[in-house]
């Protein structure tokens, strides 16, 4: 068995109303010390009172007419915390990023408008969704002022305004001049300090919340920080460069750690072993041996992939091989991982009562290289279904991967959040979330 563990000498020697919290925890939720949406309407009477919410309604269009929604799962996730607020008698005013408008100015422009989400958003709402083609000034703030009890009023896309992005104060102030509270439920853009995801909250009496951020901060911190132990994280993608930080933190709190993906390469490479044509970042090749080290300094397991899954070429319908990761050499490259691999991994994650995925194990997207990745996800359902193991993905492409093997209900969460999941597993304070009010 090669890995870290044999070449270092174990170098490691009301839930039905929020269907996002539909499953129980099988660990010690993160206490989060910001006010969620329940919070809020028990400290003040939401009735008639506007209610600005940060959602996530980058959704995909078909590229046949820029029009229809292709997948409204976005859509589906605001519905919990859009009802509550409904039924506590606010107004609803939604705020989003659509993309990103190329140049176009928010009077003229056509690319980005948030227009092909209405009629998804009524017919999930139940009720009629007004939209207005700006996201502040007169003509906006007049709309809001006239929305009068359980109204929704949808802004146009905040990135037609290049500031958002910088934290534009002055458009910040723009959005707090439409409501008196503000709920943030778009855990996608809560690592980004953006004036409708931060800046905004400066303008707020109080500001909280929903249930999907609340769900993932209390998933995310609570799995990592609090756990049901022996703790395992799963970590692929296909570069060191990008999982650093999150590999440094998950040493200091995991059990085990499951490396694949292309990264693997370099540790292979720190290790002294050809790669053949596989990924390499050589730049990298002395951090990783650092890794290693600081992995079998505090006695974590950090397993890397015995066996590789090799092509003469980076295409579906190259020439396959599958060898031990001693034997790779010549024009071969490594894309998938191999079986022995998957068999030691299954074993790894049968002792583990709480599993964190994060980064696909080998290039997914070609199906003859999809197994490694698929086949994890399969284990941590199997985990979640068969022993109540809590199962965490995060990532767009391992998230990507587990939806496309339909497994997306059968693990304990899913994230909604790509880089924001990450800094989260890494520590980071996330902008989004520190601009709430304090409990």
């Not at 906006?140 to 037609?160: I, M």
């Not at 295409?315 to 001693?326: F, H, L, M, R, V």
Request: charged share 25%; hydrophobic share 40%.
């Amino acid at each position: 068995m090669f890995g870290v563990t044999s070449s270092l000498r174990s170098v490691a020697s009301a839930a039905a109303r929020r269907n996002v919290v539909s499953r129980n925890f099988h660990f010690t939720p993160a206490a989060l010390e910001k006010l969620n949406v329940e919070g809020l309407a028990s400290r003040v009477n939401l009735e008639g009172q506007n209610v600005l919410m940060r959602v996530d309604l980058n959704v995909p269009l078909s590229k046949e007419d820029d029009v229809t929604v292709t997948d409204d799962t976005r859509l589906r996730a605001i519905v919990p915390t859009a009802k509550f607020l409904l039924d506590k008698g606010a107004n609803v005013i939604l705020c989003s990023h659509f993309g990103r408008p190329k140049g176009e100015i928010i009077e003229t422009g056509k690319n980005g408008r948030l227009n092909p989400v209405v009629p998804h958003l009524k017919d999930l709402l139940g009720v009629d969704v007004k939209k207005v083609n700006d996201c502040m000034g007169e003509e906006v703030e007049s709309a809001a002022a006239d929305l009068t009890k359980g109204d929704v009023l949808l802004l146009e896309n905040t990135r037609f305004y290049k500031g958002e992005t910088k934290n534009d104060p002055e458009l910040a102030a723009g959005l707090g001049k439409l409501a008196n509270y503000f709920v943030m439920d778009a855990f996608g853009t809560a690592h980004r300090a953006h004036s409708s995801t931060a800046g905004v909250a400066d303008h707020m009496e109080l500001s909280a919340a929903g249930y999907l951020l609340d769900k993932e901060l209390k998933y995310l911190k609570g799995a990592v920080d609090n756990p049901n132990r022996p703790l395992c994280a799963i970590v692929g993608g296909a570069k060191v460069s990008t999982k650093i930080p999150v590999i440094e933190s998950l040493i200091d709190k995991c059990d085990t750690i499951l490396l694949g993906g292309g990264m693997i390469f370099t540790f292979y490479k720190a290790l002294g072993y050809d790669i053949g044509k596989s990924l390499i970042e050589e730049d990298m090749v002395e951090l990783a041996t650092k890794l290693m080290a600081q992995a079998e300094e505090k006695g974590v397991k950090l397993v890397l992939p015995p066996d590789v899954v090799l092509a003469d070429a980076f295409d579906n319908d190259a020439n396959t091989a599958i060898a031990s990761c001693k034997d790779i050499s010549g024009d071969w490259m490594g894309l998938d991982i191999g079986p022995e691999t998957l068999d030691l991994f299954a074993a790894e994650i049968e002792k583990c009562n709480t599993i964190v995925f994060n980064g696909p194990m080998g290039v997914f997207e070609m199906p003859n290289y999809a197994k490694g990745t698929v086949t994890v996800a399969e284990l941590l359902a199997k985990a979640t279904q068969e022993r109540g193991a809590t199962t965490i993905v995060g990532g767009g492409d391992s998230v990507a991967a587990v939806n496309q093997a339909g497994l997306g209900d059968k693990v304990s969460h899913i994230s909604t959040g790509g880089g924001a999941s990450l800094e989260l597993l890494e520590g980071k304070t996330l902008p989004g979330v520190a601009a709430l009010t304090d409990v």
